[in-house]
């Protein structure tokens, strides 16, 4: 009596078997290293990091220490970077201007995440007229010159956070605090019409069955799901943060003169553009990189998140 044989199956289609499924985020990773600028804006920008919170540990030179012998020297071995009109080292002043710039815009760009986060999240969660209410405050604060805003409620609160926080400090929240409240209506928008999209779902009908309040539903089931615009929103929000502050501190508003930012260093040497041209290009060299940079990243972030992209 014949056996029966049993078919073996080909390696290929034992190795198809044994691969693990893709999910939404492995394939947002594929595509995104697929993507050259948003590597190459990645990759820089790590470094642009790492090199401005760990490189003091290891290029100890003082960023405040004079020595007007060395004054406005170009970029030597021993200063790489060359000095200021006070002789002090302008690679050690990038460094810890570079770290107080983007601290400010990371935490500014926390302040405005999480205002339009709840924002958007009311808004597109309940509708009717609580929707209405906060998109006409939405609008009312996307009409308002920012600049003259920041530079008003700098000149109206400066002294008061100053006198309770101290300079340093109280500049500093005084300045995530205005950038981060007024930079939350784009991301409010866009998590309103994420929700709006959502919240008829299965899965949301299925919380509701359940038992589920409306804060779980909303935070727990819906927001995951509106994780791809709110991260696209975050990146270009550091970028938007670490200019607005550029700016207020090239204008002389924004953090005292004693803690130096990429901004304040071009106001600072903006008299010396003619006889010291090097003064003024590394810190503007490394705000254009940095928000070049953040920008490929929010790009690539945004093509590798799309459910429709291919």
């Known amino acids: 009596m014949a056996q029966a044989t049993i078919p073996l199956r080909s390696p290929d289609l034992a190795q198809q078997t044994q691969a693990k ?25 790590f470094i642009m990091v790492v090199t401005v919170f760990i490189g ?8 405040t220490a004079t020595n007007f012998a060395v004054a406005q020297q170009p970029p030597s071995a021993e200063h790489p970077l060359g000095t200021d009109d006070l002789g002090r080292d302008m ?5 810890t201007g570079g770290r ?11 302040v405005a995440m999480t205002l339009g986060i709840l924002i958007g999240s009311l808004a597109g969660f309940f509708g009717g007229w609580l929707d209405t209410a906060l998109m006409r405050i939405t609008d009312t604060f996307l009409a308002l010159p920012v600049l003259a805003v920041v530079l008003l409620i700098g000149s109206l609160y400066r002294d008061s956070l100053k ?65 791809g615009p709110i991260v696209v929103s975050a990146t270009l929000a550091v970028g938007a943060a ?14 005292p003169s004693d803690v130096p930012t990429w901004g304040s260093l071009l106001f600072e040497n903006k008299e010396f553009l003619e006889i010291a041209p090097h003064l003024v290009l590394w810190p503007g060299l490394m705000i254009f990189i940095t928000v070049l940079c953040v920008n490929y990243l929010g790009d690539g972030l945004r093509d590798a998140l799309d459910p429709r992209g291919k």
């Open 242 to 255: 670490i200019i607005t502050e550029s700016v207020l501190s090239f204008l002389g508003q924004g953090l």
């Open 91 to 95: 690679l050690a002043r990038v460094m």
């Open 100 to 110: 107080i710039s983007l601290t400010v815009g990371i935490a500014a760009m926390l």
């Open 21 to 45: 499924p893709r999910t939404v985020w492995s394939e947002a990773r594929r595509r995104f290293r697929k993507n050259r600028p948003a590597m190459f804006g990645a990759a820089v920008l």
């Open 163 to 227: 006198s309770a926080l101290g300079t340093n400090l109280g500049s500093i929240v005084l300045v995530v605090l205005v950038i981060g409240i007024l930079g939350w209506m784009t991301t409010a928008r866009l998590v309103r019409g994420s929700f709006l999209s959502l919240r008829q779902r299965e899965f949301v009908e299925a919380a509701h069955a359940l038992g589920q309040n409306n804060w779980a539903i909303m935070f727990k089931h819906i927001l995951p799901n509106s994780l």
């Open 56 to 63: 003091p540990f290891f290029y100890t030179v003082s960023p």
